[in-house]
């Protein structure tokens, strides 16, 4: 379906990011891995491509610095002749309350969160506007739609992607590329494992389908908006959340 196509996943050694390079990769993209300080994971999960016969390329960078963001965009061009399909994923958080969070975690998650996905989107739409064809998908949250007590850096920095991913398809979509956002809610991590039996309980209470999603569940939704299928959709945020912000 997307053979022979190129895909950046910012923050796409594990997690989300994770699941959506290897959906795209069985779809037939060359997948390149933005990792900022971990290498392990991202050179595991391309030799694991590799060895099932896909291309894959682990680079380091922090997306939150405009130069690093413009040499992963490069970098990835250079490698495989093009940047068809951005994953805007790589993400931190900081949470406290309002009270004892400090200017510098705020500004740390702002900064990833939000400036990383236009860092990237900036670099990345130079490309695509001379195609004439791309697809820019970022990766925000429900809590950019609700809020949520003890994450005002982080609601603001996914409330700020939603606003970013509408004003961006409107300047892009004369040119045939497509920009939406995924608002995942509760997903199964390494965060959400860690909670006890009773915490999830609570959590699951306020979700309609009384469940936990998977990271699964968002990469499929990102094989379709990364897809021909999905040509006439745009500027949308699209939750993935069981129900939970209707």
Not at 135 to 143: F, G, L, P, Q, T
């Amino acid at each position: 379906m997307l053979s022979g196509k190129t895909a950046l996943i910012t923050g796409g050694s594990r997690g989300i990011g994770r699941a959506i390079a290897k959906k795209l990769s069985s779809l037939g993209c060359n997948i390149v891995i933005n990792y900022n300080s971990n290498a392990a994971p991202a050179e595991e999960l391309i030799n694991e491509l590799k060895v099932e016969g896909k291309e894959g390329l682990a680079l380091q960078g922090d997306v939150s610095n405009f130069e690093n963001a413009k040499n992963i965009v490069d970098t990835t061009v250079k490698t495989y002749g093009s940047i068809d399909i951005l994953i805007n994923n790589a993400g931190i958080t900081r949470d406290n309350l309002l009270l004892r969070m400090s200017e510098e975690d705020f500004d740390q998650v702002i900064s990833t969160n939000l400036k990383g996905a236009f860092n990237c989107t900036k670099h990345a739409s130079k490309y695509m506007l001379k195609k004439k064809k791309g697809r820019i998908i970022s990766i925000a949250s429900v809590i950019g739609l609700v809020g949520n007590a003890g994450q005002a850096n982080y609601a603001a920095s996914k409330a700020g992607i939603i606003g970013l991913t509408k004003s961006v398809a409107k300047e892009l979509a004369t040119r045939n590329i497509t920009v939406n956002a995924i608002a995942p809610g509760f997903i199964v991590s390494d965060m959400t494992d860690q909670l006890s039996d009773e915490q999830k309980s609570a959590i699951k209470s306020n979700i309609p389908m009384n469940s936990f999603g998977t990271a699964e569940d968002i990469a499929n939704l990102v094989g379709f908006l990364a897809s021909d299928e999905s040509g006439y959709i745009t500027g949308q945020v699209i939750n993935v959340d069981g129900g939970m912000a209707m």
